[in-house]
């Protein structure tokens, strides 16, 4: 499976921001479907996922202000994001996972989204 994300950019804090990821080449509804962020000098880390039955969950950080959803038929996932505090400030990762017996990791390209103070 091939992954675009986009809709990142310059938000000031306590603003909105919608990111989108498109897939391609693969059934879709089979993957787990997740974002992950990575702010300069720190580690990739986990901010949300979708499993292919449609359960969410979220981290901590991010609970109650993202909401993830998927739309199986247009192969596409979104991450609304609200309420942006400055360190949410990373780029983002759209990653699509399927277990077959072990763990396949597919990766977007990444977008950036900048939360100004």
């Known amino acids: 499976v091939q992954l675009q994300a986009s809709g990142g950019g310059l938000v000031q804090a306590g603003g909105s921001r919608r990111l989108a990821c498109v897939a391609s080449?693969?059934?879709?509804?089979?993957?787990?479907m997740g974002w992950y962020r990575q702010a300069p000098g720190n580690q990739r880390e986990w901010v949300a996922v979708?499993?292919?039955?449609?359960?969410?969950n979220y981290a901590d950080s991010v609970k109650g202000r993202f909401t993830m959803a998927r739309d199986n038929a247009k192969k596409t996932v979104d991450l609304q994001m609200n309420s942006l505090k400055p360190e949410d400030t990373a780029v983002y990762y759209c990653?699509?996972?399927?277990?077959?017996?072990?763990?396949?990791?597919?990766w977007g390209q990444g977008t950036q989204v900048t939360v100004s103070s």
């Open positions: 080449g693969s059934i879709f509804s089979i993957y787990d």
């Open positions: 979708i499993t292919s039955g449609g359960r969410t």
């Open positions: 990653n699509a996972r399927l277990y077959d017996g072990r763990r396949n990791d597919y």
